[in-house]
């Protein structure tokens, strides 16, 4: 199993990398986010997984181990493969995942392409004991549904729910209360 790559980033589409280490190109699979933060020619290290089916090998990359061992819960479910585990990381943080899940919060799910409202009930069920482990469920439902409020307010002033999503990615934590986050995702998406 390959667990580390360590190397420099030779190209890059919208859904892959290809990173060269030592005269060997590995192509690396990750979500939009990790991808657009790197840069041709640059040094590149990622936690992978290597997902084994009968016409290919995947290599599944992050820039934790945190990150990894979610993605590696997600695929554990029946029915959830290694690209709609990506898409499920592709809206969130792990951590706001968790805690969706933590709470049973389906809803959440549901907003990625492929994942109906039964998949979404199933990844909570299977797996939200595992995430109630890991989670503060005291401050988990408050958390989900300001971030919630984020999103509706950015998307009824004409932003997308991806664009929204995107920008409350990049507010610091350190920026509490639904509408200092607002402001500052505005701020965000006005650099844009």
Known sequence: MIAHISGIVRSRTEKFVVVDVNGIGYKIFSTPEILAGLALDMPASFFTHLAVREDALDLYGFLSSGDQEFFEMLISVSGIGPKSALGILSIASADTLAQAIGTGDTG??????????????????ELRDKMRANVDMKSAPGALRAEGDVVLALQSLGYSQNEARDALKEVPGDIIGTNARIKEALKILGQK
Do not use: D, F, H, M
């Open 108 to 125: 959440y799910l549901t907003k990625v392409s492929g994942i109906g409202r039964k998949t979404a009930e199933k990844i909570v069920l």
